[in-house]
């Protein structure tokens, strides 16, 4: 029988709530997944260092699944309802190692398709985009040092798992990465109000990047400058724009549409 973890004092309740934060996170080189789903989206290269489930969990499920990946610990429904960062849990929680691949590391495909957020904000957002991405294939995601942490909690679940489908970059200076992409002859796309094509007429079937901006203001104008070409997509209604992961999904599917027909 398990010890029941019921303090809130417990070192091990501190460090998880303590990964709450963006600060710690990038400290530790830790980040939390919360849920049945999710932690069973986790690969096996990622190690996990151990899981928390609640004491009803504990009695309702068969815990011995979870101790073949990772050591268990068993914590008091109040007290772990204090880790959770979701209103209605589950009750289960795991803490895992940040699996990182360095960016000088990565080599771009010439024929590849790419998406660059640029200082997304919305945590539903950018999860959302990076699960499109994977949806449609993209060789990798790179995040601006502007963007909302990839290891945010609402990020994560906005993910489905697709963060361990796909390389994803944080904190990339898109200055000098687009310049490493255009010497790999990968063209540049933004959606931007001065563009006078739109995006169905456009070809995306050579090697492409997609820059997704911010929700409000765009991409900023020292981006917009190393683009190849903007896109638009067509406002026949009232609405003036679009929430930026459809806008994102809208542009991402237009690529899997051209390379899966060649039209």
Not at 46 to 57: D, K, M, R
Not at 147 to 158: E, G, Q
Not at 222 to 230: D, G, L, P, T, V
């Amino acid at each position: 029988m398990k010890i029941l973890i019921e303090s809130v004092q417990n070192k091990l309740v501190k460090k998880i709530k303590s990964l709450q934060q963006r600060k710690n996170r990038e400290k530790e080189g830790l980040f939390v997944v919360e849920g049945v789903r999710f932690i069973g989206e986790i690969p096996n290269n990622v190690n996990i260092l151990y899981i928390a489930v609640s004491h009803t969990f504990q009695k309702m499920n068969d815990i011995t699944v979870y101790e073949k990946r990772s050591q268990v610990f068993v914590f008091s429904d109040t007290v772990f309802n204090t880790i959770s960062d979701t209103q209605h849990t589950q009750g289960i929680i795991a803490i895992c190692k940040k699996n990182t691949i360095a960016l000088s590391e990565y080599v771009l495909n010439e024929k590849g398709f790419y998406i660059l957020a640029e200082n997304i904000q919305d945590p539903g957002n950018l999860g959302t985009m990076i699960r499109t991405a994977d949806a449609c294939h993209a060789d990798a995601v790179f995040l601006s040092k502007g963007c909302v942490d990839l290891y945010n909690a609402k990020v994560l679940r906005s993910t489905m798992g697709s963060l361990f489908h796909l390389p994803i970059f944080q904190n990339v200076d898109f200055i000098d990465y687009i310049d490493s992409m255009k010497q790999k002859n990968i063209m540049i796309f933004a959606a931007h109000l001065k563009a006078q094509k739109y995006y169905y007429n456009t070809d995306f079937r050579k090697g492409c990047a997609l820059i997704i901006g911010n929700e409000g203001k765009g991409i900023t104008d020292e981006i917009a400058q190393k683009c190849h070409e903007f896109v638009k997509i067509p406002m026949v209604g009232k609405a003036e724009s679009l929430n930026a992961s459809v806008a994102a999904g809208v542009l991402m599917y237009e690529v899997v549409r051209q390379r899966m027909t060649q039209i």
